[in-house]
């Protein structure tokens, strides 16, 4: 599935709210090794038994994030905010989300 995605690239919108994007300036060996970390950390949250290790395994899950530029200081350098988790409509994005056709927002929601 596609979500949609906003015209700077910066954001895709699911579940009605906007997800930050990987830094598309990473070197694509250091993407890979992120996303490989990433999904390696998410197995381990769904296999923790108990409090200790469901916390470990998020925090590997948070830091591959980071990493990938999702999660903490934002990628870009003109200075805009992090609006990730917001609804697009009370976003900077709301325009775009408003000419969007029916069916994207949809996908969206």
């Not at 919108?13 to 490989?36: F, H, M």
């Amino acid at each position: 599935m596609r979500y949609p995605e906003t015209p700077d690239g910066r954001y895709f919108v699911a579940r009605a709210r906007l997800w930050r994007k990987s830094d598309p300036g990473l070197p694509e060996e250091e993407r890979q090794a992120a996303v490989r970390e990433l999904m390696s950390a998410r197995r381990a949250v769904g296999a923790a038994e108990g409090e200790a290790e469901t916390r470990a395994a998020r925090e590997r899950v948070d830091a591959a994030k980071r990493r990938l530029g999702e999660r903490g200081p934002v990628w870009w350098s003109d200075g805009a905010p992090d609006e990730g988790g917001r609804h697009p409509r009370n976003s900077s994005y709301a325009a775009w989300w408003a000419d969007l056709d029916a069916d994207e927002r949809e996908t969206a929601e």
